[in-house]
């Protein structure tokens, strides 16, 4: 046991070593440069997906089997929760979005727990022992949860945008939405009405610039979790080597340290992925509620 912290080895302040930038899988040439491990992950989950909503759907029934009434469960559910926000005008076009994200947040999300992600890589670098004992950590990990990466959660984001603006524009058009951002609000009239225009022009500067902003904020919350969530569990993992228990003691700290942060960011991939959905679910509401007020 050390004696103070300045014994400690250099080692136990880089527990935090997940990089944070995805490494290329295959020399960066050409297109093969966008083969990262992140992107690579990305793939897989997104024929996961594709393969479980295709059995699901495939071969209908009226008597439901087991996979096509969990589809059809999470389809309906997911369903009534956008229609509470968004209204039953504007949810047959907001769904798509919506959904997608959701599902393929938390898929990606919960990929990036199971075991060998991160742990099974090309190459090793070190003595570090893996998560089972068994090899020295990855130089390259073959598989990096695809949310942790900050280009995946701004490509999400920034579709997310294209796809509102495309909703508002069809509900509303660009007159509506020039004038519920920009006019005065309330049902205005008279002098009273040229006195506040110079303050609703104001509000809506603020509001053109936070709607610029909505990627941003949107992918550096859901990158800034994940990441974090990741650096967290490779702390806990290693936390028995750095502080030298042994080959025994460090593998049941493996498992004992890392537990209950495991099942934490369990919790923390569904919160993600509901958070980044209702978001989007809330700004297409915003944008769209007001033509719905005037009828």
Not at 161 to 176: D, L, N, Q
Request: proline share 6%; net charge negative; glycine share 8%.
């Amino acid at each position: 046991m050390f004696s103070s912290l300045g014994d400690l080895p250099v080692t136990a302040f880089q527990l935090a070593s997940v990089p944070i930038t995805a490494q290329p899988l295959v020399e960066p040439t050409g297109l093969l440069a966008a083969l990262t491990n992140s992107v690579f992950v990305a793939m897989i989950v997104m024929v996961i997906i594709y393969f479980l909503v295709r059995a699901g759907t495939k071969s209908r029934t009226l008597i439901p089997g087991p996979v096509q009434n969990g589809v059809e469960f999470v389809f309906e559910f997911l369903y009534n929760q956008v229609e509470q926000v968004v209204g039953p005008k504007v949810a047959p076009r907001a769904f798509p979005l919506l959904c997608t994200i959701f599902v393929y947040v938390l898929v990606a999300n919960w990929f990036g727990l199971l075991p060998g992600v991160g742990t099974i890589g090309i190459g090793h670098e070190g003595t570090q022992m893996g998560f089972l004992g068994l090899s020295a950590e990855p130089k390259i990990p073959l598989l990096r949860p695809a949310t942790a990466d900050m280009n995946l959660t701004l490509a999400i984001a920034m579709c997310s945008m294209v796809v509102w603006f495309y909703i508002t524009m069809v509900e509303t058009g660009p007159v509506e939405f020039v004038k519920h951002i920009f006019a005065p609000k309330g049902g205005l009239t008279g002098v009273m009405k040229f006195v506040l225009i110079p303050i609703f022009l104001f509000v809506g500067v603020i509001e053109v610039v936070s709607i610029i902003f909505r990627p941003v904020t949107l992918s550096l919350r859901l990158f800034g979790n994940v990441f974090a969530g990741e650096n967290l569990l490779h702390a806990m993992t290693t936390l028995g080597d750095t502080f030298g228990l042994g080959s025994t003691l460090s593998f049941i700290s493996k498992i004992g340290f890392t537990l209950p942060f495991y099942f934490l960011e369990i919790l923390v991939g569904v919160l993600q992925a509901t958070v980044f959905a209702l978001l989007c679910a809330v700004y297409i509401q915003l944008s769209t509620a007001h033509e719905e007020e005037d009828h």
